[in-house]
């Protein structure tokens, strides 16, 4: 309608999108959470279509190999510094700038600091701050000030980044510490009913309250529980199978969702599915979920592809050749809290 079309007759060319990289562009990494955590290691065989690999391990040689891995696969890598830095009650070590400071070192010598593209001190700490008897949320909020700003000393210009928990967003007493640069934050359900409240509903809150230099990160839901798989008392054997397709399918149309939501958003920084691979180290009791390699085992076609969207997401990303999505209400994931379609 001309009507409706009034108001950009007089844009100025630095408010038109004159390619797709401009438009899209801010999406810039891709990279599963925890792929070269201890015993996972899938840096190589995801580097076809991510550019980020996620390292989290405490020996320092273990971490030089890690990251000269992410070197020869044409990657960047996250390296996870939380055993570094606290201990396993939550609790910040006395000794955390020397092992940062050793750490450091230890890079430097062997020329792989420019592999490294974010420095991720702790994951979800103000909630488990509040679940540990040995801190809180305002003890870990000071510990936090301190290590990142050992961190920005010891790596000047690499990124700080943290992933809050979707509890945490609402709160009032919640502020994002501004030493974090990039800010992610989780909810494994349907992107239109996170605890009641739409997932941009979150995001919207996150951004209100950073600063202006800080940017987000996607963690798109990869993986399922095992106990969503069980069948149910009376539930025929055809009613369960296609309840699991139905699962999968709905998974498939919350990523495509998410992908959306980051392309929109040009503070979005970087794409963090959870996760590749939940399968636990031999010897060790089996986890409660499973991630996205075994889709295709579970799930037959409707499992394959889904990976084949989400390694297809990666490649745009890697490629910096976006396509948006441009979902239709009835395309998204069904649900109480969706708007209906009109």
């Not at 999406?27 to 840096?43: P, V």
């Not at 301190?146 to 979707?166: K, Y």
């Not at 529980?225 to 008392?233: C, M, N, V």
């Not at 498939?252 to 998410?258: F, I």
């Amino acid at each position: 309608m001309p009507a409706l079309a009034d108001g950009y007759g007089q844009a100025t060319p630095d408010t038109v999108y004159a390619s797709r990289d401009k438009r899209y562009g801010h999406l810039q990494y891709m990279g599963f959470y925890a792929s070269a955590m201890q015993h996972w290691n899938f840096t190589r065989e995801l580097a076809p279509f991510t550019n980020l690999t996620w390292v989290a391990l405490y020996r320092e040689d273990a971490i030089v190999d890690r990251l000269r891995e992410a070197r020869d696969a044409g990657v960047m890598a996250v390296v996870a510094v939380q055993a570094h830095v606290f201990d396993s009650a939550f609790r910040l070590r006395g000794d955390f700038a020397f092992e940062l400071q050793a750490l450091q070192r230890r890079l430097e010598e062997e020329e792989l600091l420019d592999v490294v593209a974010m420095i991720y001190p702790i994951d979800e700490p103000f909630l488990h701050a509040a679940r540990n008897s040995t801190t809180n949320r305002d003890q870990m909020r000071d510990d936090l000030t301190r290590v990142n700003a050992e961190i920005e000393d010891l790596f000047p210009g690499i990124p700080i980044g943290v992933i809050l928990n979707h509890r945490e967003i609402f709160r009032e007493d919640m502020a994002i510490p501004d030493s974090f640069d990039w800010i992610g934050m989780d909810c494994y359900h349907s992107l239109w009913d996170c605890e009641g409240k739409p997932i941009t509903a979150f995001y919207s809150e996150m951004l209100a309250n950073m600063a202006p230099h800080q940017l987000l990160m996607a963690v798109p839901e990869t993986w399922m529980r095992y106990d969503h798989l069980e069948r149910r008392l009376f539930e025929s054997r055809s009613a369960w199978e296609r309840r699991q397709q139905r699962l999968v399918r709905n998974l498939e149309k919350r990523l495509r969702h998410h992908y959306e939501i980051a392309l929109s958003e040009p503070r979005f920084v970087a794409f963090i599915p959870f996760l590749w691979s939940m399968d636990a180290a031999t010897d060790q009791p089996s986890n409660r979920g499973f991630g996205v390699d075994r889709f295709p085992e579970i799930f037959g076609e409707r499992g394959e592809d889904f990976l084949q969207a989400l390694i297809g997401i990666g490649e745009q990303i890697k490629s910096g050749e976006h396509i948006y999505p441009n979902m239709g209400l009835s395309q998204t994931e069904p649900g109480f809290y969706r708007p209906s379609d009109r």
